[in-house]
C-alpha cells in the first residue's frame, strides 16, 4: 500500500520557520516528481513547490526565496523548509507525488497524495 504521510506542522509566529517531512512508503520515489501543495483558509488548493527526480527544483512566487524543498531518496522522505513564515502561508500542507516525472505545478498530475499537516502563522 502506498502511502504519504506528513508530519511537522504546527504553529509559530510570523517571520519564524518550520521544517515539514514528508514520509513515502509502498513504493520508491526517488525517480518520481515530488511536490508540496497547500489549501489556505477559504480557498482552493495550491501549488508551493516541486523537485523532480533529477534534484531540480520550481516554486511559486509567493514563497521563492523562503521555502526550499529537498529529498532524501535513501530515507524515501520529501522535506520543506519554510522561513520567513506569514500569516498568509498558514494552510494545510500536502505532499504529493507524480510518477511520470513530469515536472508540473498541476494537481491533477499527482498519482499520490499525504493526509495535510496543518501549518498555522500568527502576526
Known amino acids: 500500500q502506498v502511502q504519504l504521510v506528513e508530519s511537522g506542522g504546527g504553529s509559530v509566529q510570523a517571520g519564524g520557520s518550520l521544517r515539514l517531512s514528508c514520509a513515502a512508503s509502498g513504493r520508491t520515489f526517488r525517480t518520481d516528481t515530488m511536490a508540496w501543495f497547500r489549501r489556505c483558509p477559504g480557498k482552493e488548493r495550491e501549488f508551493v513547490t516541486f523537485?523532480?527526480?533529477?534534484?531540480?527544483?520550481y516554486y511559486a512566487d509567493s514563497v521563492q526565496g523562503r521555502f526550499t524543498i529537498s529529498r532524501d531518496n535513501a530515507k524515501n522522505t520529501l522535506y520543506l523548509q519554510m522561513n520567513s513564515l506569514k500569516p498568509e502561508d498558514t494552510a494545510v500542507y500536502y505532499c504529493?507525488?507524480?510518477?511520470?516525472?513530469?515536472?508540473?505545478?498541476?494537481?491533477?498530475?499527482?498519482?499520490?497524495w499525504g493526509q495535510g499537516t496543518q501549518v498555522t502563522v500568527s502576526s
Open positions: 504529493a507525488a507524480d510518477v511520470s516525472n513530469s515536472g508540473s505545478s498541476f494537481s491533477r498530475q499527482y498519482d499520490y
Open positions: 523537485i523532480r527526480g533529477s534534484g531540480s527544483t
